[in-house]
């Protein structure tokens, strides 16, 4: 990948921005979400919530079901590979995927590397639960970073940890004299222009999203509120009673974040959210996956 | 007279222009919601984005005729990549037509998925040499009379004026050079300002 494809590769996620991406496993549903108001859908065959139910291996989709939902619409489509899986992000690759989420939902297929994403055309978001987690997986090639809130429960905790903690780092780094960056970069382990980047600008040189546990309107702009710069929702959505509308309210919250009065609105008669699990009561963290 | 520019920000690269407002000293606002329509501006950008998500939020949260009608009125308007869609008269294989109020033909996703997108440089008008980003570009696939065509690439319209609308492919938000945008600001400046004989 050359600097210029890298930046193109930004650029789309900057589009993105303000958006809602939503997770669909039929193109029946990604109509639902583009109709919605989706501003792109990740197609995969189960969603994290029954992906955390059924337990066992969990890989890359079908590429056929992905190519079908491609099909059915216009908007940007996404697909996840195991972390590490540089296979599976070739296959991705070679059927024209927009984004490839190197994701830590599905089994990692490495327990010590992440793809090098720099290798490839097509852009990568991944997840990262601090700013350590975000300069690496950037090192790497992504070119656009997501929280890494605990996926198929419906529980907003940890996402809202790991934002507020990546924006306390990057306070912290803004906040430095320069010749302390160097030990920043060595405690972040992580290269130093990344951090020196990040104290000048005061943000990741890439877009942020909120992932994982977002499950009502109140959530996703509670996430816009501490620094998100758009929101995923995964499971929320269709495991919810009325799928179409809850997106469309969760698409209007993102964009009016901050009216209260609208999210109010917005959060009548909703009919159920999913279930949701707390944090403590799951046996499986995959927040820890890849590191 | 010190214009204002708002940037319509349901969904998109909206930041990205303000920042260019910003730098070129302009005074901006946001437009998220009926209410944001109550203050005065002069001139609106319509951003990137997804042209499907910023069209559905324009008319459900009730934007959708109050900006039409300014646009018809002749309020100055710059449309980059899905502004352009939500200005276009025609779509090519799609019913969806959502300002309608600038009289071209346009394609989405042209150039295919993002594998396909693509930066260089070419002349705007009397611009010479713009840097030029496409993400998941339209183009403009037919004009109507008196569309003036501003530039090309590969034989396609990227860019064209008609009357006060000035509507772009590509997004010169993303890059530094400002040129655009003050051509843009001249025409908030000097408007066409009778519609029947422009």
């Given amino acids: 990948m050359n600097e210029k494809q890298a930046e193109l590769n930004r650029n789309l996620a900057q589009m993105l921005k303000g958006g809602v991406i939503m997770d669909v496993t039929t ?38 079901m992905i190519k079908g939902i491609q099909q059915a619409v216009s908007i940007p489509v996404m697909a996840k590979c195991r972390i590490g899986h540089f296979v599976e992000a070739q296959v991705l690759e070679a059927i024209e995927i927009d ?18 994403k720099t290798q490839f055309r097509v852009p990568f978001v991944c997840g990262a639960r601090d700013l350590g987690e975000a300069l ?24 809202v940890r790991h934002m507020r903690k990546m924006n306390a780092e990057i306070r912290r780094l803004v906040s430095m004299r320069e010749d302390e960056l160097y030990e920043a970069a060595k405690q972040l382990q ?11 600008n005061g943000k990741l040189p890439v877009v942020n999203f909120a992932a994982g546990g977002v499950a009502t309107p109140a959530d996703a702009a509670l996430m816009m509120q501490l620094g998100a710069e758009g929101v995923f929702v995964g499971s929320g959505i269709f ?3 009325n799928p179409a509308k809850r997106a469309q309210a969760i698409v209007k919250a993102v964009t009016n974040f901050k009216d209260a009065g609208m999210i109010a609105e917005l959060s009548e008669d909703l009919g159920e959210a999913m279930v949701g699990i707390n944090e403590q009561e799951i046996q499986l963290l995959m927040a820890e996956r890849g590191q | ?13 909206f930041l990205e222009h303000e920042q260019a407002l910003e730098r070129l000293n302009i005074d901006w606002c946001e437009i998220r919601q009926a209410k944001d329509l109550e203050q005065a501006f002069d001139g609106l950008i319509l951003p990137g984005g997804e042209s499907t998500v910023q069209g559905k939020l324009l008319r459900e949260l009730g934007l959708f005729h109050a900006l039409k009608k300014r646009i018809e009125d002749g309020m100055p308007v710059m449309a980059t990549c899905a502004g352009l869609i939500l200005l276009a008269e025609h779509l090519v294989d799609d019913p969806t037509v959502w300002f309608g109020t600038l009289p071209v033909t346009v394609r989405r996703n042209a150039y295919g998925r993002q594998l396909g997108s693509f930066f260089t440089r070419g002349a705007f008008g009397d611009i010479a040499d713009c840097p030029m980003t496409f993400i998941r570009a339209p183009f403009v696939e037919s004009c109507r009379p008196g569309v003036e065509v501003l530039s090309r690439f590969d034989g396609q319209i990227t860019a064209v004026r008609w009357q006060n609308q000035l509507a772009m492919a590509f997004h010169p938000e993303l890059d530094q050079d400002m040129r655009i945008h003050r051509n843009f600001l001249e025409m908030v400046r000097h408007p066409a300002s009778c519609l029947c004989c422009s």
């Fill in chain 1, 190 to 200: 992580v290269p130093c222009d990344l951090v020196f980047y990040v104290h000048q």
């Fill in chain 1, 136 to 159: 690496r997986r950037i090192h790497e090639g992504a070119s656009m970073i997501r929280t890494k809130g605990e996926p198929g429960t419906g529980d907003i905790v940890q996402a």
């Fill in chain 1, 99 to 116: 984004y490839i989420d190197e994701s830590e939902v599905l089994s990692p297929a490495d327990d010590v590397y992440h793809i090098d």
């Fill in chain 1, 239 to 241: 495991k919810s009673g």
């Fill in chain 2, 1 to 13: 007279m010190r214009e204002r520019i708002a940037v319509l920000a349901l969904q998109g690269a």
């Fill in chain 1, 27 to 64: 193109p029946e549903q990604a109509r639902i979400a583009e109709e919605a108001g989706a501003c792109a859908v990740m197609a995969l065959e189960r969603i994290p919530a029954d992906i955390r139910a059924a337990g066992g291996v969990s890989r890359m989709s079908d590429p056929k």
